[in-house]
């Protein structure tokens, strides 16, 4: 809507595709372009045509391209660009190996330095790559919510690595990536998508967890089960067993030993052999499932269901099944 509004303002055509960059050269994306105005409305911002070449770091815009002055309701004079503070070059240099470390490490981020070297500076798309690959490696190394000062500091590295994407008009030369005071910057939107997504996710895996088959359930029932050597006498009784009755009762008196074999990955695969009574006696699933479930959801493991889901439950049942 923003670009569009632009594109109104200086009569440009309807269909003209246009990008937005800022006294750096560096694009501003159109979704965070509102925000970056109202940070910086004192801001000289340049809006080009998609067909034009992008301008290298002392060269003139070219004549496609209008400049747009975002100014304050005072419209008073801005003045020279903000006084630069001062870095430690010990502390610049440990920032540009970080990043151009981590770069070398990635896939793709040679690629990155070296359309750098040859352009003098970085499109729209390579630019969020780089972003992403950055805020990628920071929250696996850091955590999904990173220091303030490892933030700053990645942001140094950017403009010291690529010293064309410096901002004349910051106190730093990096804000624009990451600024420590507002908390904004690509570096920081970037991150909040990222701890968005994660977030969704574990809650998501959370839910998922705690109603899937590998969750451990409370025994409806304790009291009842049988524990030390009468469980292991139930156990060994159950091999030898052919009464029917008897073998429900201590195939029910054993259910919270046979949940630990299920819960535990290295004896998961010796209920069979433990209680291989499943094999031929039937009901003992629908038992086992009762006491873990309570007999209103029990009741519908055996409920036969219309016919209209047969050919569905087929079709997913194949599109889901693994190779392995």
């Known amino acids: 809507m923003v670009l569009r509004e632009v594109v109104e303002k200086f009569g440009l055509p309807e269909d003209l595709i246009v990008h937005v960059y ?29 067909g034009a070449e992008f301008p290298l770091a002392h060269s003139s815009p070219s004549s496609c ?12 004079d801005t003045g020279p660009p903000a006084k630069r503070t001062q870095l430690s070059p010990d502390r610049a240099t440990d920032a540009k190996e970080l990043v151009k470390n981590i770069l070398m490490k990635k896939p793709g981020g040679e690629k990155i330095m070296q359309e750098y070297w040859e352009k003098r500076t ?16 920071m929250t696996e190394d850091q955590g999904r919510i990173p220091a303030k000062e490892m933030r700053e500091k990645y942001a140094l590295g950017i ?5 064309s994407l410096k901002d004349p008009f910051s106190i730093k030369g990096y804000e624009h990536f990451y600024d420590t005071e507002s908390g904004t910057g690509y570096l920081a939107w970037r991150l909040k998508t990222v701890q968005r997504k994660t977030l969704f996710q574990s809650k998501e895996v959370k839910q998922n967890k ?10 409806l029932h304790p009291e009842e ?53 499943f094999l031929d006696t039937k009901g003992l699933v629908n038992q086992d499932f009762s006491l873990l479930f309570g007999s209103d959801t029990s009741s519908k ?24």
Request: hydrophobic residues 35%.
């Open 225 to 277: 089960q049988l524990t030390g050597d009468s469980c292991r006498e139930a156990i060994s009784f159950l091999t030898h067993c052919s009464d029917k009755v008897l073998i429900y009762e201590k195939m029910r008196k054993t259910f919270q030993y046979r949940q630990q074999l299920v819960h535990n990955s290295e004896k998961m695969t010796s209920v069979l052999s433990v209680f291989p009574r």
């Open 22 to 50: 800022d006294d750096s050269g560096t694009e501003i994306d159109e979704e965070v372009f509102g925000e970056t105005v109202k940070l910086k409305p004192e801001m000289c911002y340049i809006v080009k045509d998609i």
């Open 122 to 137: 970085l499109s729209d798309c390579t630019r969020r790559q780089l972003i992403n690959m950055l805020v990628a490696y």
């Open 159 to 163: 403009v010291t690595l690529f010293p």
């Open 301 to 324: 493991l055996l409920e036969k269901w219309d016919t209209c889901f047969k050919f569905k439950i087929i079709k997913e049942a194949r599109s889901d099944r693994s190779d392995g």
């Open 210 to 219: 705690n109603g899937s088959p590998s969750s451990v359930r409370e025994i």
């Open 65 to 76: 391209t209008d400049t747009l002055s975002v100014s304050s309701a005072s419209e008073q």
